[in-house]
């Protein structure tokens, strides 16, 4: 059996496993922060129990750019949307990482993550701003579900991301559904 650079790949598996344990600034319903593992892998999910809304997308390459867009993190943790101003060069930052965590695979596996990559933080495809829209709507409906702390800004999450939400005309529909639930939180 060939190799196929098995050692390299588990390699590369072993890295993207600390995004198991890089956490963010939204809680579970157990009152536990989420990892930003749970985000992606709850984000995929959005997009493949939504596939038929999301119209004439590629929905494989809807998964392999929800399973890639935060996977930088896995090195240098996560940035709270509040604070990405603080963070200029998030994005930058986060593609620096992710190359250095394929550095192990073969070029052309490298060249395709790193393209996924580039590809969701430029919104370059069809594909790419739905999961830009999607990622913003799974984060909206964690907050309206988490065990959060008392001073939780939710007034925030009206606005959070709404340049790709209302971008496409099914999803701004889910995101007023979720904006409703995030009214209800407020008034608690």
Not at 48 to 69: A, M, P, Q
Not at 163 to 168: H, K, L, S
């Amino acid at each position: 059996m060939p190799n196929h650079n098995l050692h390299g790949k588990l390699e590369f598996l072993r890295q993207a496993e600390k995004l198991k344990s890089v956490t963010r600034s939204a809680h579970t319903s157990t009152g536990r922060r989420e990892s930003t593992a749970e985000h992606s892998w709850r984000l995929a999910l959005l997009a493949l129990v939504f596939e038929e809304e999301l119209g004439d997308v590629d929905i494989c390459k809807v998964l392999k750019l929800c399973l890639v867009h935060d996977l930088g993190e896995a090195l240098s943790g996560d940035v709270p949307a509040p604070q990405a101003h603080t963070a200029p060069d998030k994005g930058m930052n986060e593609r620096q990482d992710l190359i250095a965590m394929t550095s192990m695979l073969e070029p052309s596996m490298q060249g395709t993550i790193v393209g996924l990559f580039d590809e969701y933080e430029a919104a370059a495809s069809p594909e790419a701003k739905v999961v830009k829209a999607l990622d913003k709507i799974e984060t909206l409906l964690q907050h309206t579900q988490g065990d959060n702390p008392p001073d939780f800004d939710y007034a925030f999450n009206l606005e959070y991301g709404r340049q790709y939400t209302d971008a496409i005309p099914f999803l701004a529909s889910l995101r007023h559904a979720i904006d409703e639930e995030t009214r209800k939180r407020m008034t608690r």
